[in-house]
């Protein structure tokens, strides 16, 4: 029973970039929620997608935009990339029927660099 | 969410009980106290949630008190493999977690 999988592992961009990434969440999870964790911190919420519509959103500026697709798996997109956006970015997933106990299942995020 | 307070930093000798506190005195009624850890280079993993009565699971244990204003996190066997930072998060539900900057939880040889 694969967990949730993520994609690139690392990446380097440039600033003012844009940089796409992935996730596929565990199998049977329907919601995908993207966190950003910079060094040191702890995670910080971005947004939540649930039958392809994002539900819930955390204190993060449009340039942060997302999408889920049918099959659940989910992309997050960033544009115009700054300095600060360098971070590790957490992909977790979890039944929404399942509620409270339902916790969040994490992949090993993507490490992006902007230089 | 209502926020949580812990301790930056603990110490534990392997083998020995490690207890991991935090503080939640603004947690709502609805609200659950949940605890992941995320070990270097990993992505956090769920350890064990609860809403006011003690639970108990194969990782741990969780003691929430009375007035549910706090919590403790019980590993009851440390080992190297727990060196980890702990976090303790209040929700309504699982999916929009607020996470602080956690407690670091080194267990020595």
């Known amino acids: 029973d694969a967990g949730v999988t993520q994609s690139p592992t690392h990446l380097i961009k440039t600033r003012g970039q844009q940089v796409t990434l992935r996730c596929s969440p565990k199998?049977?999870?329907?919601?995908v929620s993207w966190y950003q964790q910079a060094l040191g911190q702890g995670p910080q919420f971005i947004f939540q997608?649930?039958?392809?519509?994002?539900?819930q959103r955390g204190n993060f500026p449009d340039r942060f935009s997302g999408h889920q697709f049918p099959n659940y798996s989910s992309e997050l997109n960033v544009n115009a990339l700054l300095l600060g956006d360098s971070a590790l970015y957490l992909c977790?997933?979890?039944?929404?029927?399942?509620?409270?106990?339902?916790?969040?299942?994490f992949g090993n995020g993507t490490r992006l660099t902007v230089t | 969410d209502a926020k949580t307070t812990q301790p930056t930093s603990m110490d534990c000798a392997e083998g020995r009980a490690a207890n991991l506190p935090c503080n939640h005195s603004?947690?709502?009624?609805?609200?659950?106290v949940y605890w992941y850890r995320q070990i270097h280079s990993q992505g956090p993993q769920y350890i064990i949630h609860?809403?006011?009565n003690n639970e108990t699971n194969e990782m741990a244990s969780l003691i929430i008190t009375e007035d549910r204003k706090s919590s403790t996190l019980i590993l009851p066997h440390a080992t190297l493999r727990d060196t980890a930072v702990y976090y303790c998060?209040?929700?309504?539900?699982?999916?929009?977690?607020?996470f602080g900057d956690g407690t670091t939880l080194t267990v020595k040889p």
């Open positions: 609860g809403l006011k």
């Open positions: 977790a997933s979890s039944l929404l029927a399942g509620g409270v106990n339902s916790p969040l299942h």
């Open positions: 199998s049977g999870h329907d919601t």
């Open positions: 603004t947690i709502s009624g609805n609200e659950y």
């Open positions: 998060i209040v929700s309504i539900h699982a999916g929009k977690s607020t």
């Open positions: 997608y649930y039958e392809e519509e994002e539900r």
